[in-house]
């Protein structure tokens, strides 16, 4: 894995550093100078390593700032003395004001504090200068050991999520997932001011398939009902396993109206043709829909649009099943609420 470096000084700076370092070829490096540049890098395409020159303004501003963002802070920061009167100041102290400064960079947000001695510096040796250039290198080396760290804990925490938010069954999204995107796509509904509608769906007299066929088929039934529903669901649309046989769909950007579309059409694909359990098992089932729209006064976890929704679904299991009822084709079923609403 290639390290990706950003380099927060001046290309003079950079010159400075070892020709290991400025291998592109080994590293992905980059070098900005400008404060508001380098932050707005950081935060579009974090880097696993950066490189401070100590000597440009806001530099100790940097670190701290980078340990202060939570998603952020992995990053290994290196801030490299270059400043002329603190490292001619280092040539006449001991070793006790030394450690005090390198204790201060770490406080402050500093992962690594180095001395960066100028080529040209009178009180440069060889020695010391090789010494920083592989200190330099050791540093990048624990810079990619953390960014390796850190990935492998992503890719372990994403694998650890997808399993918590889907359905093991049929591979759609579960309950806790519904949950948790629910909100977020009521607030940017809202946001936006575009309609959001969702569908309830139960798959009609399921029990009696279980009981006539066992378990096993009523899995299998379950897995071959939610491809053919995934298969026909447009792109702004997300499925659901609710619980048992019962299913949500949110419909982004879709009126009450279209919903009761999107609805009728999944109730006609599901009840037309028969599901092929195997060479000897066909099974014909219905499923009953409810559907509902977003409201101004429903509440921002989304409870009172599942609620209505569901309402509609049992409205529709009581007036006989494999049917659609939503708001729009209640209120045209009912004369009171017609008065009401016009």
Known sequence: MNISILVFGSDRF?????????????????????????????????PDVILVQASLDGSMGLCSWLKEQTKLSWIHCILLEDRTH????????DYSWESEMVSAALCQGADAYMWWL??????????????????????????????????????TNDLLSAIALSDALTELNNRRALEWDLP????????????????????????????????????????????????????????????????????GNTTCEEASLVAKRLNRIIGDEPFVINNTLSIKVTISLGTACLRNDDDAKGMSLLHRADEYLLEAKASGRDRVIGCDEYISQQPHLRAVSS
């Open 14 to 46: 950079f010159a400075t550093l070892p020709d290991r370092s400025r291998d592109r070829s080994a590293f992905s490096v980059e070098v900005i100078a400008n404060l508001d540049q380098v932050v707005s890098r950081i935060q579009n395409a974090p």
């Open 86 to 93: 603190v490292l001619t100041e280092r040539s006449n102290r």
């Open 118 to 155: 100028p080529e040209n510096a009178s009180f440069d040796s060889s020695a010391e200068s090789t010494a920083q250039e592989n200190l330099l290198l050791a540093q990048l080396t624990v810079g990619l050991r953390k960014a390796q760290k850190y990935r492998d804990l992503i890719r």
């Open 184 to 251: 977020k796509l009521i607030h940017q509904a809202r946001t936006q001011k575009t309609p959001l509608s969702l569908i309830i769906l139960d798959v009609d007299y399921f029990k009696k398939v279980n009981d006539t066929y066992g378990h096993l088929v009523g899995d299998r039934l379950l897995q071959l009902l939610c491809a053919r529903l995934r298969h026909n669901l447009r792109f702004q649309d997300t499925p659901f396993r609710y619980g048992g046989e019962e299913f949500v769909i949110i419909l």
